[in-house]
DNA sequence: CGTCTTGTTGAAGGCTCTCAATATTAGTGG
DNA sequence: CCACTAATATTGAGAGCCTTCAACAAGACG
C-alpha cells in the first residue's frame, strides 16, 4: 500500500542496535532490511508463531503482550521508535514468545534468522548491542518479578504510571501526557491486576487531583504524589487501594 | 585456601557460553579466566557493587536474590555448574543487579569486562552464546511475570517447584529430590508469598502424600499431581490455598 | 540443658477479586 | 445534529484468598 522510503544509514546509525558500526557495515545492513508498514490495531506477529525475524521499529507504537493457556494476560512491554522487538526468538525456540499489536500506525524493517547471524559474526558490535539491549529488558523484567512478588496493587500501578511517564510521556500544560490512549484494562495487564482494581485505583487518583484522563490519555499531573506512592516505605507492602488518595483527598 | 586446578579446555567448550569455539579460541579464553573458590554460605557478590565480572560457576550451587529498599525479597534463580551469572551488569549499569549466596561449596572463573568484551569482539560466537542464554532467561522472567500477575499462591508454588525438579532434580528411589536444602522461606521467596503461605501449602502436599521433606531436602513422590495443580484450568485462576490437596486427602 | 533457627497451625482482618448494575463515552448511520 | 449501539468506566456489595500476628512445636548446636 504505503510507500516506504528507504532508511537512511544515518537513521540507522541511531538506532541502539546499530549503534557504533563503520559505514561500510551499515550498507550491509541495509542490503538484508525488510521493511513493512501496518496500520493501526493490527497484529505484527503472533504468539506461538514459528516464522521468527529480528524487528525494529522506525515509526509508531507497538503493544507486547503475552496470553496463557488459562487466559490470563499480561502486557509485557511498549515498543516504540528505535527500538529492537521480536529478536530474542531468533536465538531460543525460534517462536515468538508473545503477541504484538500495533497502537498507532507503524513502520517497522525486520531481518531474517540467517541474514542477522551473519552480520553479528561479521560485526560482532551487532551482539554486543544485542547483548545490551536484552540485558537491560531481563534487569527490567527481574524488578517487575520483584514487584509482583511483595508489593500492592496500588503501588504497582504507580510504578506503571512513572515507567509510562518516563516512557512515553510528553511534558505539556495539563502535566505529562502518556503519549497513546489506554484503557483501564491495559493499565490493570501492566500493573498486573484487575480492570476493576485499576478503575478504583485511577478514580481515586482523580479525586485527589493528581492525574486526569481525557479521551483515554492519560496526564499525570502530580508526578511527585506518585513517586510517593510507588516508594513510600509506610505504605506496608501490600495496601489498601488508594487509600492515600482518598486520605488525602479527605 | 583450597587449590582449583587449571580449567581443561574440554571443560571449557561444554560451558554454554563458549560452545562452538576453535580450540585457540578457548586457550584465549582460558589465559584471561581468574578461578576463585567460596566455601558454603558465602556472598559471591552484593547487590549494587560496582566492581562487576563476568562469573561462571564450575562446581556448587548459587542462589540469585534481589532485595528491595523496602524489605521485600525474591529469589531470581539458582545457578548450578556450567551456568553464566553477573554478566550481563557488564553490559547495562555496571553493577549486580542482586545478591549472589553460595549455597554449597563452590568454584567460579571469572573475567573482567575488558577482557570479556575483546573475547567477543575476536570471536562473535562467545556474543551470539550469550545473547541465547540472556535471551532464554529474559522469557523465563516474562513467563514468571504472568505467572505471578495471573495465578494463584498454590499454583505458583507448584510451578516453582516444577522448574525447581527439573533444573536441580535427581531421581532416586523417594522419588525427585531437590539437590540442595531448601528452607520454606526460600520456597516462599521463588514463588512470590510469605513463609507461613508456603508452609501451609506444602504440609497439605505432604499430607496428600505428594511429597516429603527430609532435613530441608525436598522430595517430590507425585509429580504428576503437581502438573495438575499448576496446569489444571477448572482451579479458578487465583484460588484456595491447598485445597486440591486437602480435598484429595479428605 | 538452654538457645536459636525453622516449621506448623489457629484466628482475625483486610486487600483484592468477582459479580452485577449503572453511567459514561465513542462510534455509526440517518 | 441527533438517535442508536457498542464499548468502556464507575461503583457497590459480598466473598474469599492471603497476609499478618501470635503461640507453640521440633530440631540443631554448643
Redesign the interface.
Known sequence: MSKIPPLSRQALSNLELFRGLPATALDEVLASAAPRSFARDCRVFNQGETRVRAHVLVDGWIRIS?????G???V?RFIGPGDTFGA??L??DRRY??DADTLTDATEVSWSDKAL?DL???H??I??N???I??????E??????E????SAERRVAHALLRLTRQVGTATARGIVIRFPLRRKDIA?IA??TLYSASRILSAWERAGWLKTLDRRIAVESLSELVRIA?D?SET?RGAIAASADRHAG
Open positions: 503475552q496470553s496463557g493457556s488459562d490470563g494476560q499480561v509485557l530474542v526468538s536465538f531460543t514468545p508473545a547471524l553479528m559474526n561479521s560482532p558490535q551482539a554486543i544485542a547483548i545490551r536484552v540485558g537491560q529488558r531481563l534487569q523484567a527481574q524488578h517487575r518479578v520483584r509482583l512478588a511483595t508489593q495487564d498486573g491486576t516508594e516505605e507492602g
